[in-house]
């Protein structure tokens, strides 16, 4: 079966890096992981190694038509990226993942952490959102480890812990097949209003990977999150501003429509 796994893989360039760690998003909810991931990757200049060949593990439910022409079965890509940091040590093994697996799930994580372990791997992160009832300026940056140690350093570091909650998809699984083989595992989440779960959450991404390149002692250049966090709050405030105004006419009766009982009470 391992044997099946490592076939799964497509290596492109062997590597020696020197203690990498591994970090892995895939879509979620509002886009949390995938946002803060692919930015980094991008940021860093993260070069192509490796894919996962797909075929075990996603099944297609549709085509894509493009100018009205359909186009040929695609499917979703994942793929792993090195970054390299100079003068030092901790380099960083990236993969991004376009959809989550729809079958075999359980085997894709360890497929993963066959590969990492075989890098050297030794931590293991992801993010997620942790959804809020309401909309926050700051979100703050809820955090799960593997162990109580790991737990205990990031709370000193004013990461929030929430106790009992539960992490969807490979954002999670991954982490939990981690843990199974003694790796270290953390996820951050990122809080996000439930209203605002389906459309992207750049300013919970931020958060997330604000902790993450201090956590990492990693340098980037958030100029480009930061313009699509600004853009993000002006779409929100719209949203809200319209909720508000919808409320207003929905319960509120103009005076000259009141009958006599309600203008008395």
């Keep these: 079966m391992k044997k099946r796994r490592e076939e799964a893989i497509k290596i492109y360039k062997e590597l020696k890096p020197i203690k990498p760690s591994l970090i892995a998003a895939w879509p979620g909810i509002a886009n949390v992981a995938l946002v803060a991931t692919d930015y980094l990757r991008k940021k860093l200049r993260a070069v192509e190694f490796a894919e996962i060949e797909p075929l075990s593990f996603f099944d297609l439910s549709g085509v894509f038509v493009e100018e009205n022409l359909i186009q040929s079965p695609r499917f979703p890509r994942s793929k792993f990226y090195y970054w390299r940091r100079e003068e030092t040590e901790g380099d960083l093994i990236i993969l991004v993942g376009e959809a989550q697996p729809t079958s075999q799930s359980y085997e894709f994580a360890k497929m993963i952490l066959d590969l990492a372990q075989r890098l050297g791997v030794r931590e293991v992160y992801t993010f997620a959102a942790a959804l809020v009832p309401q909309f926050v300026e700051r979100p703050r940056v809820w955090a799960a ?3 109580s140690q790991l737990l205990s350093k990031l709370e000193e570091r004013g ?5 009992d909650f539960y ?3 490979m954002n999670g699984l991954l982490l939990s097949v981690a843990k199974e083989r003694d790796m270290k595992g953390i996820c951050l989440l990122g809080e996000t209003p439930r209203y605002l779960s389906e459309i992207g959450n750049p300013i919970a991404s931020q958060a997330v990977l604000q902790v993450l390149t201090k956590i990492l002692e990693i340098e980037i250049d958030m100029t480009e999150l930061e313009d699509m966090v600004q853009q993000a709050r002006q779409e929100i405030e719209k949203v809200l501003k319209e909720s508000r105004r ?3 006419d929905h319960f509120t009766v103009p ?3 009141r009958t006599e009982e309600e203008e008395n009470d």
């Design 246 to 248: 919808e409320f207003i």
């Design 255 to 257: 005076l000259w429509e």
């Design 167 to 169: 992490i969807a998809g």
């Design 145 to 147: 480890a593997t162990d």
């Design 159 to 163: 990461l929030v812990l929430k106790g």
